[in-house]
């Protein structure tokens, strides 16, 4: 049998920084696929130098051209009102944004300087929120929304050079998995992906072979089915690149259980190490309640959250 086409008629996808890259092929997808796309794209380069409304105005034109609706936005993601305002005024509603913009700003945590780290955020963090924040009523009132925010396993797992990019990243992940939670009741889903594509952020350090077997289009089916009206996935972390498609989720080692009492000091933990590491018998917690449990079944008071 044929595997499904998922369609999105009907409904309004923003992308950011739809106008290179993985956000393009993003919003080719939706727009060959029934939806109406805002392309939202600040025109930088990689490093958010310069501005420019041609990356976008380009992506809309292919997206016409093909038959589709789209409209561009030159908005920095940092200005997330205007963007959702845009796809509001254009065609009335908001379905799904895909927080997609991003930029580099490679550079040993020794020679970084505060612009390096305040510009990452900016986009990165800032910028989703600004976006997701814009878009949260209409999702809300409507009961409906798909929310994409775009990760790196650079945030995961950490990437020389990458300080500010790396927590940039990740913030994304506790700011998905949190909305995830706050969404649930109103069919509002959101997960985080960290890609791996070839695009002018990689072809700087990623050689040609590499890169051909590590096209955007191959991220953007994992992007499609999280955010069709069918999926039911939310909160979650996903790896995609060259055909590989992954969940990633938290690990918690075994632990030790030690007396909350004066006796709870360095050398009391030492003997206990093995237990502090032990994953062999270790469980995937997706909430903080999950440690209390730990604290409760163990007859220990558990402490207040903070
Ligand atoms: P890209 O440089 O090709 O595209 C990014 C686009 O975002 C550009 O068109 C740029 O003009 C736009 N942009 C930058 N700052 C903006 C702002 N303030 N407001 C609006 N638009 C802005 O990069 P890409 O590889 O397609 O990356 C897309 C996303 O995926 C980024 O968030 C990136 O960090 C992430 N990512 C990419 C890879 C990869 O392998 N390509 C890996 C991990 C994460």
Redesign the pocket.
């Known amino acids: 049998m044929a595997p499904p086409e998922l369609r999105y008629d009907g409904q309004t996808v923003v992308v950011?920084?739809?106008?290179?890259?993985?956000?393009?092929e993003y919003a080719l997808f939706f727009g060959s696929r029934g939806a109406s796309v805002v392309v939202?794209?600040?025109?930088?380069?990689?490093k958010?130098e310069g501005t420019g409304s041609k990356?976008a105005d380009v992506v809309v034109k292919e997206i016409q051209s093909a038959g589709g609706k789209a409209v561009a936005n030159y908005?920095?993601?940092?200005n997330g009102d205007a963007i959702i305002k845009t796809a509001i005024d254009a065609f009335g509603r908001i379905d799904i944004l895909i927080?997609?913009?991003?930029?580099?700003r490679d550079i040993s945590f020794k020679n970084m300087k505060q612009q390096d780290w305040d510009l990452i955020y900016?986009?990165?963090v800032y910028?989703a929120y600004k976006c997701a924040r814009a878009a949260w009523p209409y999702f809300r009132k409507q009961k409906y929304g798909r929310l994409i925010s775009?990760?790196?396993?650079?945030g995961l797992f950490g990437s020389f050079g990458q300080t500010n990019?790396s927590a940039a990243?990740l913030a994304l992940v506790g700011f998905t998995e949190t909305l995830a939670k706050e969404g649930l009741k109103y069919n509002i889903l959101c997960n985080v992906i960290?890609?791996?594509?070839?695009?002018?952020?990689?072809e700087t350090v990623m050689p040609p072979d590499v890169l051909e077997n590590?096209k955007?289009t191959w991220v953007v089916p994992l992007v499609a089915v999280l955010t069709h009206k069918s999926s039911t996935e939310t909160g979650s972390i996903y790896e995609a690149?060259g055909g590989h498609i992954a969940k990633l989720r938290w690990e918690r080692a075994k632990g030790a259980l030690l007396k909350p009492d004066d006796t709870l000091t360095p050398g009391a933990i030492i003997p206990k190490w093995k237990d502090v590491t032990n994953y062999a018998q270790g469980e995937h917690p997706d909430g903080p309640a999950n440690a209390m449990e730990i604290l409760e079944a163990a007859g220990a008071q558990p402490p207040n959250q903070p």
């Open positions: 950011t920084g739809a106008g290179g890259g993985l956000g393009r939202n794209d600040l025109g930088v380069s990689f958010g990356a908005d920095s993601v940092e927080n997609n913009a991003g930029i580099l900016r986009v990165h910028g775009t990760a790196s396993a650079a990019y990243k960290a890609p791996i594509a070839a695009s002018r952020m990689t590590l955007p690149g």
